[in-house]
């Protein structure tokens, strides 16, 4: 199966639970680049993760107000 993206790199996975991961990349489409934070399911039947429709992608450009609104996050 292609892939929907036109470039991608994977900056980096955080697990969810057993079954499922959360994918953050880099990825362009039609000449406009953006981060894609999506949750992936485990298919056992050829052991990989698959994308789910849960998830979103935040234009690049927009990637600093996010940083800027993530530091405001209480641990």
Do not use: C
């Not at 399911?41 to 609104?69: H, V």
């Amino acid at each position: 199966m292609a892939s929907f993206w036109d470039k991608e790199k994977l900056l980096g996975k955080i697990t969810k639970n057993s079954r499922e991961e959360i994918h953050i990349k880099q990825v362009s489409k039609n000449g406009r680049d953006y981060v894609d934070i999506r949750t992936f399911w485990y298919d056992s039947n050829d052991n990989t993760y698959k994308p789910s429709q849960k998830g979103l992608a935040i234009p690049l450009e927009a990637i600093t107000e996010l940083k800027s609104i993530l530091e405001n996050v209480k641990e």
